[in-house]
């Protein structure tokens, strides 16, 4: 069975610009939720969607935002790139009804 | 407020020099522990949940308990191939919602 998938694996962007992040959950998985991981720091919450609709966002400003296509897959979307954005951007699944997630390897975004 | 404390912060162990990684949580009402293993500049793979004070988990040289304050994930006669970042999370009982705190993680180390 494919694992959660992410792409892609590195995105390298400038102070200002927009970048896009892409996840492909576990078959049969209908929540994706995003984190950021910041060097050093633990994982900080950052939206979560199940059955196409945002269920609930963590302590991030509007420019992070995204969405769950009808086949589950999500997309993260972070407008107006800052320096401090620059993390590693995790990914998981979760089925319905169960209470564990799967996380993807992630995508390294830097900003410049 | 929910709060999720791992214990400690860094560990080195001999290869075969067995310990204990702590995470004590703070939460209204437990859904759910987590346990996860991340290596670095990867995602997180899961590794046991426990839902009930006095439960237990085992997988290979790895031994989760749960009491009602914390979590001990007990590793016996590690190898270096344990080395890696461990993770603790909580799934609280807010009604209608599956929110997860990560505690900041225990890095352990294995010598050979």
């Known amino acids: 069975e494919a694992g959660v998938t992410q792409s892609p694996t590195h995105l390298i962007k400038t102070r200002g610009q927009q970048a896009t992040l892409r996840c492909s959950p576990i078959s049969g998985h209908t929540s994706v939720y995003w984190y950021q991981q910041a060097l050093g720091l633990g994982l900080q919450f950052l939206l979560w969607?199940?059955?196409?609709?945002?269920?609930n966002r963590g302590n991030f400003p509007p420019r992070f935002s995204g969405r769950q296509f009808p086949n589950y897959s999500s997309e993260l979307n972070v407008n107006a790139l800052e320096l401090e954005d620059s993390a590693l951007y995790l990914c998981?699944?979760?089925?319905?009804?169960?209470?564990?997630?799967?996380f993807g390897p992630g995508t390294r975004l830097t900003v410049l | 407020e929910d709060q999720v404390t791992q214990s400690p912060e860094a560990l080195r162990l001999q290869e075969g020099e067995s310990s204990s990684l702590n995470c004590s949580y703070t939460?209204?009402?437990?859904?759910?522990l987590f346990w996860y293993r991340q290596d670095p500049g990867k995602g997180p793979e899961f590794l046991f949940t426990l839902y009930s004070a006095g439960e237990e988990k085992e997988k290979e040289r790895l031994k989760a308990t749960l009491t009602k304050k914390e979590s001990f994930l007990h590793i016996t006669a590690p190898k270096p191939e344990d080395s890696a970042t461990y993770l603790c999370a909580v799934q609280d009982e807010i009604s209608g919602t599956y929110k997860y705190i990560f505690g900041t993680g225990t890095r352990l180390k294995v010598l050979a």
């Open positions: 998981a699944s979760r089925a319905l009804g169960n209470n564990e997630q799967f």
């Open positions: 969607y199940d059955e196409g609709e945002e269920r």
């Open positions: 939460v209204s009402g437990l859904r759910g």
